[in-house]
């Protein structure tokens, strides 16, 4: 069975600085996704990025980057110049490829920006 | 035009009490999904269905019933109601080849 590790139970931020934010998995499939997603205090889950395991070249979505190495089974978040707004938990999550296929989250990362 | 609604947003409800939470999608998606987010903000796969047919039924107990009258709706009714129960209940779809599951809002259910 595939799990998802967040080593980091909360992280803080100076607003306008950079964030990384870890994450690693454990899986024997070679077809799968990675994404990171946002939970606001209104809980709503908001994706952020994805990332395809075939694909080498890291996902870029504006501010927020991830750092895939595929052989070390890691996937870390990189948010530049943070926001108050990006102030939340941080879920990242494996889903197998095919259809139907079940996320399988993190524990989360509580993010908090300071002013 | 939400994309994957949920209602209601917020239940309490006495133990022993049988509930349902209602959940739709408007974005035309083949799969959905039941997600629970516990009190550590824990977030586990609970059921999948898709075109109305079930796909993943996790070890959940059997008080909680998934109905997907069509392929756009998939409803949760739990029988007996304990205090366990109270968690925050998440419906999601997503495309049959599509990667993104898009989450509803989400139902906060407290059992007292």
């Known amino acids: 069975a595939q799990t998802v590790t967040q080593s980091q139970p909360e992280m803080s931020v100076q607003e306008a600085e950079t964030v990384t934010l870890s994450c690693t998995y454990d899986?024997?499939?070679?077809?799968?996704?990675l994404f990171w997603y946002k939970q606001p205090p209104s809980r709503q889950m908001i994706l952020v990025i994805r990332?395809?395991?075939?694909?080498?070249q890291n996902a870029t979505e504006n501010r927020f980057s991830v750092n895939f190495q595929k052989a070390a089974k890691s996937f870390s978040l990189k948010i530049s110049d943070s926001q108050l707004g990006d102030a939340a938990m941080y879920f990242c999550?494996?889903?197998?490829?095919?259809?139907?296929?079940?996320?399988?989250f993190g524990a989360g990362t509580i993010l908090r920006v300071k002013s | 035009d939400t994309a994957v609604s949920q209602t209601p947003k917020y239940l309490v409800t006495q133990m022993g009490n049988d509930k349902s939470i209602k959940c739709e999608q408007n974005?035309?998606?083949?799969?959905m999904y039941w997600y629970k987010q516990d009190s550590k903000k824990f977030l586990k796969i609970m059921f999948s269905?898709?075109?109305?047919?079930?796909?993943i039924n996790e070890t959940v107990p059997n008080r909680f019933s998934p109905k997907s009258p069509d392929k756009a709706h998939l409803n949760l009714h739990i029988n007996s109601l304990e205090l366990g129960d109270s968690a925050v209940y998440f419906c999601?779809?997503?495309?049959?080849?599509?990667?993104?599951?898009?989450f509803g809002q989400g139902t906060r259910l407290t059992v007292v």
């Open positions: 999601a779809s997503s495309r049959n080849r599509g990667p993104e599951a898009f």
């Open positions: 899986t024997s499939e070679s077809d799968y996704y």
């Open positions: 990332q395809e395991a075939y694909k080498q």
């Open positions: 999550a494996y889903r197998s490829a095919g259809y139907g296929n079940k996320l399988v």
């Open positions: 974005l035309g998606h083949d799969t």
């Open positions: 269905y898709n075109n109305k047919e079930l796909i």
